[in-house]
Structure formats: structure tokens, C-alpha cells
């Protein structure tokens, strides 16, 4: 099976490239494709020729959004949209990645793919419109369009200056004095970028034999928590003795809205008996192995 990874040096793209560890890989980067260039995304795929192109390409910069809101839907909705036509012209299947964002939090219980999105911020409008061209384009064909959250992975996130909340967490271990403030009334579902990547993997090899498997998913670890709980499980587990304060949305004052509840409920993985992805806090504590492994220091 022939597979275009596109953003391939990226948080998530990296992990997708370890896992399917296939010689019939093709990884590009920015420099090789810029989705949001309708003509070179369809020349460039249709020059592999690929049974199936995964995009985890975007502008993810939620609040650098809100500033440059024609790069956000330049990537993240036409770029979504380019992806999808060129999968179309060479009929093979697409993978591509939102976000929890595109709810608004009123829910306050985990969200189902069946749920009404309501964005709130510009990022999560742009998203919402790549999702909206996927499944526009790709309505009769194979896709799978996979929302996800709080992505942490070994090789932080690329449009976050290869940050991740894990990293920016222990860095501020390192080199604050004083209190680490951390909003606490904005609950979601930490995902481990490899947990991710294994069950793509699985998605996109039952994809032959299953057609009826396609569509909408939510995955996500399992489990839930505030992104200050999230900050103690984090010390906890890395042995870090912090000053941990937890404080509101507004106390923190960010330049985008954020849903104050966006867990995803990995409803439809569930109703296929394949709901196996650990709680957040055990592949915290696999990432954090990983992280010693692999000697990363980035404080
Ligand atoms: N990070 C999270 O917490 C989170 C949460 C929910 C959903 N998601 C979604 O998950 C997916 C993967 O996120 P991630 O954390 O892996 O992001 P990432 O580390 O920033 O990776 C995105 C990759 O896309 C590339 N890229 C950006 N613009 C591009 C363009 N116009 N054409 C081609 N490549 C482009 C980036 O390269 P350059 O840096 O060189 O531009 C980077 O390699 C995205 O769809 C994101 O919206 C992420």
C-alpha cells in the first residue's frame, strides 16, 4: 500500500512515520508541498500515485490564528479541500486530523461525533471548515476525518515552535521561580501522539477489507482532566516539586476562546469494539519513558 504522509516532520507526522515504518512511505514536508497551493497539491500527489495520502498538515497556532486568519483558512480549510480533490482525481483514500475546537464547551460531557459543532475561535472555524470540505468532496469515496486532542509527542508540535504541553510544563519547572499558574476550568482529553498513530494505522489497514469503517471518528486517550490537573499528573510522575496554582480562563487571558469542555468521546471506535486506547494518565507516563529514552531535553 502506497502512503503520502504530508507534514511528515511534524508532532503527530513523525509518530505516523515510526509506526507504518513502510518502505512504501512517502513523507513530505512544507518544502516539498504547500497544501494551500491548489495546482502543485494536485501535482505532486498524483505523481505517487498513492492508495492512500494521511494530511496532518495545518495552521495550528490557536491563538497566532486569530491574528492571521487568511493563513488559517488558507491552510487549514482550502489546504484540507486541495488534499481531498487531488485524492479524488487519483481515487485514493484520505486521512486528515481536527480538533476538539470545533465544539464550544457547553456540552459539559464528552462530545460524540454525532454532536453539533459550534466553534469558537478562528482556528476552530478554519478547521471546521476542512472538515466540511472532506466530507464535501469526498462524500461517495473513502475517508476517514479523525477529531483528536491535546496532542503530546516526542517531537513537539511544529507550529508551537516544537512545543508541547508536556515540555512547556517541565521547562517551566526548570527555570521559574515561584508560582506555575495553570488554567483549571478548561477540561479535555490529553492524547498521546503514538497512541494516535497505532490506531490510524489500524484504521487505514482494515481500510481494504471494511469500506464500512470510513467516515467521522473522535480519538482521543481516555479519561479526562483540566489542564492544571493535567500540570500535577505531569510533576507527579516526573518527580518535579513545583508551586502549582490553578487559575481561570480569564486570569490567563489568551488571545483565542477555547471550549471550557471539549472531551471527545471515542464513541464510534466503541460501537466497532475497538476502544482500547489507554487513560491519558498511562501514556503520560509512556511519553515521559519515551522522553528518557530518547534523552530529549528541551528545558
Ligand atoms: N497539537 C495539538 O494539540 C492538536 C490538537 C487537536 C488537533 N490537532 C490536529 O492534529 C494535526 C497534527 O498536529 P501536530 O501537533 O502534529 O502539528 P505540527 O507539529 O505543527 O505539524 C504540522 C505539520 O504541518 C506542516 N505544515 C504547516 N503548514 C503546511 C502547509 N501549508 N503545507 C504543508 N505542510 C504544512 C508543518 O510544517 P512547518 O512547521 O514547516 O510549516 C508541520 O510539519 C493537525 O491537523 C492539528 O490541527 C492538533
Redesign the pocket.
Known sequence: MRIIL????????SDLAKVIASRELISL???D????NRDLTLKVIKKHSPDVVIN?????DVDGCEDNEVRSF???SL?AKNVALACKDCGAAMVH?????IFDGKKREPYLESDTPNPLSTYGFS?RAGEFYVQTVLASERYFLI?????F?I??????GRN?FVEAMLNLAEKKKGEIKVINDQILSPTY?VDLARKVKELISADQEEPGKYGLYHISNNGQCSWFEFARKIFELSGRKVNLKPITTEEFGARAERPKYSVLRNYRLGEQGNDDLRPWSEALEAYLEERNEEGVSRV
Open positions: 504530508i507534514g511528515a516532520d511534524g508532532q503527530l507526522g514536508t512544507e518544502g508541498l504547500d497544501i494551500a496532518t498538515a495545518a495552521y495550528n488558507e491552510v487549514n489546504g486530523f481536527s480538533t476538539d475546537y478547521k477529531r483528536t486532542s491535546g496532542l509527542g517531537a513537539g508540535c511544529k507550529g508551537k508541547n501522539t
